[in-house]
């Protein structure tokens, strides 16, 4: 079985700060990892996915994540924030090993950034 | 990608009646799937839904409850059954194309059961 661990539930922080929001993963298997972000009132958009390759993946709008295998992590930071990156944040894994497609998330992280 | 469709966007409904969410997908999907986030929450899988087959079904979620359809590739839907105030919840449509690649959401059903 997996399952995602985001270790904080909020984070603020102030514009034009940096951030970043943790994820951790537990997986006996190779493992696919993916940042979806949900703004207010709406769905899911991918941000970011590690599927092989580069351990480090950037989104078009200025984040990263890291995939460290040893430490099980898939952390995503950002180097300035803005106002209209407050949304709700989650980690999610699946196996390419096994035949779930499904996804599992972690319990999310709210971004508040604040003026 | 894949641009998915969900409909209501949102309902009231009153408690012991029942809700069909539709799912339409602009193109040929293998895998869909269903999605519940309560409240303040994460989303939980309730079931995979098969094209030609009864969907799979995750611990803690049954048929009867919430039955879902998959007459072909590109539509699904979700009914959620006899509904209480517990069933209040974001559903979302989720699908996912080859064996590499993301799964996409549609905007979600906001239910609110009263």
């Known amino acids: 079985a997996q399952s995602v661990t985001q270790l904080d539930s909020q984070v603020p922080v102030f514009e034009e700060a940096p951030v970043e929001l943790r994820c951790n993963y537990s997986s006996s298997v190779s493992v696919y990892l993916f940042w979806y972000v949900q703004y207010p009132n709406q769905g899911l958009q991918l941000l970011l996915k590690?599927?092989?390759?580069?351990?480090l993946v950037e989104s078009i709008n200025g984040f990263e994540a890291e995939f460290n295998k040893s430490q099980t992590s898939f952390h995503l930071r950002k180097p300035s924030v803005h106002i209209s990156d407050t949304a709700e944040y989650f980690c999610a894994v699946r196996s390419p090993d096994t035949g779930r497609r499904a996804l599992t998330f972690g319990s999310g992280t709210r971004l508040q950034v604040q003026p | 990608s894949a641009v998915i469709s969900q409909k209501p966007s949102r309902d009231i409904c009153q408690r012991g009646t029942s809700l069909t969410i539709q799912c339409q997908v602009d193109s040929q999907v293998t895998m869909m799937f269903w999605y519940r986030q309560q409240p303040g929450q994460s989303l939980t899988l309730i079931a995979t839904a098969n094209q030609g087959s009864e969907a799979t079904y995750e611990s803690g979620f049954v048929i009867d409850k919430f039955p879902i359809s998959r007459p072909n590739l590109t539509f699904s839907t979700l009914t959620v059954s006899n509904m209480s105030p517990e069933d209040s919840s974001i559903y979302l449509c989720s699908v996912g194309q080859g064996r590499n690649t993301e799964a996409f959401f549609g905007q979600g059903t906001r239910l609110t059961v009263v």
């Open positions: 590690y599927l092989s390759g580069s351990t």
